[in-house]
């Protein structure tokens, strides 16, 4: 393994190199404090044809200017060995805590040191994309010790997306007492499309996804209420439907859901500064979006949606645009298959500030987005040359990015 790891950081020393040469020649004669909304000189960087004629809603839903980094950053692998790991969080004390898809909790020591896997996590149904999924620690968990994890659950029923929670113990080896404490429900004999992401509100509420399970049967409970598929659904730490929810009260819709059709939403996030939440999901081919989430809004799918099914035919009636339902605020056209995503609000390189980071499967980058007034103003494409599937991203309590990778990897992403 050593020599594996020498070889990829040989790896990225020699695309850093070559990076760095492009950010000489891009900032000669500019202001080194360039700010992120200097992105008007660069082509999009996509230029693969579509896979449809589709015209976006407006001018900037896809394919926006290219943004280029300017000051010298670099992503270092400093842990691999993990077992295609799905979430990632900060601890505290500058460990990251990693959930690895076949059922294990794993922490990382600041030097890459892996840890035994944590004991006491129920089982997970790990075929398809189930397994353990998302992770987020209590925001007491300075005092309670308590983390909360989605995972593909086993039912006579199917299998469904549920949320758990249990406190890490003392000596940090073992989930106690873990418990599950929402089940996404109807359950469904299938493996795919279980959402998994979770965050946590200002409010100290749980904000999680859930896929529509993918199959024709279970597509259109994106758009029933009475369903907790294709949703983000917003619960207490007890899981019980939070106060405030916009179908509190309502005939025939659940009161834990936030919004409704959504096909596989992998990425959640609060914007530091706007509150907002931001959100990724699968389309289909060629329709992968980034949406602001707001509560009891529809997002459309399977109704509406940019992209074609994955074997040609269109979608549906083959509409994009629909009075009533959202557009999103971004799409992809190829694919990035967007998981993990996160807001950067660290120090050490100040033109991402509030950039969103985007993790990148079949596309193998991580897309680096930059906002403005609730619109994507540029995009960037990094560690590109790393040839990884991009799962989740976090930011540690040092300031600096973490990814992981489905290969195993846990990449450090910071100023050079
Ligand atoms: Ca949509």
Redesign the pocket.
């Given at each position: 393994m050593k020599n594996k790891l020498t070889i990829s950081l040989l790896t990225i020393a020699i695309g850093l190199t070559a990076c760095n040469s492009n950010h000489a020649n891009s900032s000669a004669g500019s202001d080194s404090t360039a700010n992120s909304t200097d992105t008007t000189s660069y082509p999009p960087v996509e230029t693969q044809k579509a896979n449809s004629d589709y015209k976006p809603a407006f001018a900037g839903q896809t394919r926006i200017a290219g943004a280029k980094t300017k000051t010298a950053f670099e992503g270092k692998v400093i842990a691999e060995g993990l077992k295609s790991p799905w979430g990632i969080v900060a601890l505290p004390d500058g460990r990251l805590l990693i959930t690895e898809k076949e059922g294990d909790m794993r922490m990382v020591a600041a030097d890459g040191k892996l840890s035994e896997p944590i004991k006491g996590i129920p089982a997970v149904n790990a075929s398809g994309q189930g397994g353990l999924l998302g992770l987020r620690l209590d925001p007491n968990f300075g005092s309670n010790r308590m983390v909360y994890w989605v995972f593909a659950d086993n039912t006579p029923a199917g299998t469904l997306t549920a949320v758990a929670k249990g406190k890490l113990s003392a000596d940090d080896k073992s989930i106690e007492d873990a418990k599950v404490i929402y089940q996404a429900t109807p359950a469904h004999k299938g493996n795919l499309h279980y959402g998994g992401r979770i965050v946590f509100d200002k409010e100290g509420n749980i904000v999680f996804s859930t896929g529509e399970r993918s199959d024709l049967e279970t597509r259109p409970l994106a758009q029933d209420l009475n369903a907790a598929l294709g949703k983000i659904l917003r619960i207490t730490k007890e899981g019980q439907p939070a106060s405030g929810n916009p179908f509190v009260g309502k005939a025939n819709a659940r009161p834990e859901i936030y919004s409704y059709?959504?096909?596989n939403p992998q990425g959640l996030a609060f914007h530091p500064e706007t509150g907002d939440l931001w959100e990724t999901?699968f389309?289909p081919r060629g329709?992968d979006?980034l949406?602001r989430i707001q509560a009891g809004n529809n997002?459309?799918?399977p109704t509406?949606?940019?992209g074609i099914e994955y074997k040609g035919d269109k979608v549906g009636a083959g509409i994009q645009q629909k009075e009533g339902?959202?557009?999103?605020v971004y799409?992809w056209d190829p694919v990035l298959s967007p998981s993990g995503i996160t807001f950067y609000t660290g120090q050490n390189i100040p033109e991402w500030k509030n950039n969103l980071f985007i993790c990148g499967l079949s596309s193998t980058h991580i897309a680096r987005i930059i906002l403005k007034d609730n619109k994507v103003v540029g995009e960037e494409r990094l560690l590109g040359n790393e040839g990884q599937r991009f799962r989740d991203i976090t930011q540690g309590s040092d300031g600096a990015l973490y990814a992981i990778t489905d290969l195993g990897r846990l990449y450090k992403i910071d100023k050079k």
């Open positions: 059709g959504h096909r999901e389309g329709g979006e949406n997002y459309g799918w509406i949606t940019y339902l959202e557009q999103p799409y």
